[in-house]
């Protein structure tokens, strides 16, 4: 069996030891498990690179090959198709997989009917129609638009979160027995944590995540702020990068909080643990977020979380015993939650504890790649 993997995930073309190459690890562990259910099988990954990165064609794995295109949108368009029909030819391709169902989606549509193969398409969000994200530039309003018409087009759909799938019923009419459920998973959640770094946190609050709009660090800075008057001591670590850190850095100074808020940056994928475990509470303040990779991590590692109502959210955390669920931009329930935390710092461990049982029995790496491959198999119809 040989599957084509359509991806914009530009770390899969980093070396192993560098910074969040998490990613190349999982597809490798999915070409293991797919040559061990079928014998002969291979992945082929065409991957948008990022500016700067040299696209050259790597071998990674007797089974496992990627093939790199420009990072510019045309330039993956062209490549991407011309590449992919290569590999038809060359070695039959019998499914194919798309990261979304936006340009990717195209391509594979474009794709599917030339190599008379199935077609997987993923939707990494809850929907399309979220008013949030839609609201963030017109280009968005673009994507949903092509997004649902590749989305009906598709042999099968792949989310990651019961909440989507439920949309793909109700609003795209696509049948529930075309719909897979398997969330993204992270390798943090076999971690092992020992007795001395469980509880070594001290009044941090911690936010990790790309510094953009969508992820709501402005609620999180202004509700901290109201979290200060009541606890002194509390610091406020943010981890992570984007365009909108500067805009941040000048909103912490704006409400005096210059000497509690630490801008860590981009840190490797490895340490992220290091922080998780000095952290009292993790905070995901997102406008809109389909799972929330963050909220696996932290619970994973026995961290309570406080995130706002998304429904990446809703289908991790039991409000009330592994963290909380807020309203989205609501500054003082975010406040209120964060700080009942830091003052009852029992029931703080109590809910990181839960949470991490949750994790560990539902987002088991092993388990998830397993499901992926056999989604695989079920689609192409083998």
């Not at 638009?145 to 793909?168: H, I, P, Q």
């Not at 850095?249 to 922080?275: D, H, I, K, W």
Request: proline content about 4%; some cysteine; hydrophobic content about 45%.
């Amino acid at each position: 069996m040989n599957i084509l993997l359509l991806s914009f995930d530009y770390t899969l073309l980093l070396e192993p030891t560098a910074t969040q190459s998490e990613a190349r690890r999982r597809q490798l562990g999915y070409a293991r498990e797919l040559r061990r259910r079928v014998p002969g099988s291979n992945l082929f990954i065409v991957v948008r690179s990022a500016p700067g990165m040299v696209t050259r064609p790597a071998t990674i794995a007797d089974d496992l090959a990627l093939y790199p295109t420009p990072s510019s949108a045309v330039g993956f368009l062209s490549v991407a198709y011309r590449c992919g029909c290569q590999l038809c030819s060359r070695h039959g391709i019998d499914l194919i997989t798309s990261q979304s169902p936006f340009s990717d989606g195209l391509v594979a549509s474009l794709l599917q009917s030339r190599c008379k193969a199935k077609w997987l398409a993923q939707l990494h969000m809850s929907s399309l129609d979220n008013p949030f994200w839609l609201a963030e530039s017109r280009a968005n309003r673009l994507r949903a638009w092509l997004g649902k018409s590749m989305l009906r087009r598709a042999d099968a759909v792949r989310v990651v979160s019961e909440s989507a799938a439920v949309w793909l019923q109700q609003s795209l009419g696509i049948a529930r027995e075309r719909v897979f459920v398997i969330p993204v998973g992270t390798a943090l959640v076999t971690e092992p944590v020992s007795a001395a770094k469980e509880h070594t946190a001290g009044q941090n609050i911690l936010f990790v995540g790309r510094l953009r709009v969508e992820k709501g660090v402005s609620t999180l800075l202004r509700a901290f702020q109201r979290v200060k008057e009541q606890r002194h001591d509390a610091t406020l670590v943010i981890v992570g990068d984007g365009p909108e850190r500067r805009n941040l850095e000048e909103l912490a100074l704006t409400l005096g909080l210059r000497e509690s808020v630490c801008f860590v940056g981009m840190v490797p994928y490895e340490q992220l643990p290091e922080f998780y475990t000095k952290a009292d509470v993790v905070v995901l303040p997102s406008l809109h977020e389909s799972y929330g990779r963050v909220i696996v991590e932290a619970m994973s590692l026995g961290r309570p979380v406080v995130a706002t109502d998304t429904e990446g959210a809703r289908d991790l955390i039991r409000h009330g015993e592994t963290g909380f669920i807020v309203p989205v931009q609501n500054v003082q329930a975010l406040a209120s939650r964060i700080s009942y935390l830091l003052w009852n710092s029992r029931v703080a461990r109590k809910m990181g504890d839960t949470a991490r049982q949750f994790v560990r029995r539902t987002q088991n790496p092993q388990a998830l790649c397993t499901a992926q491959v056999e989604m695989w198999l079920k689609v192409a119809g083998l």
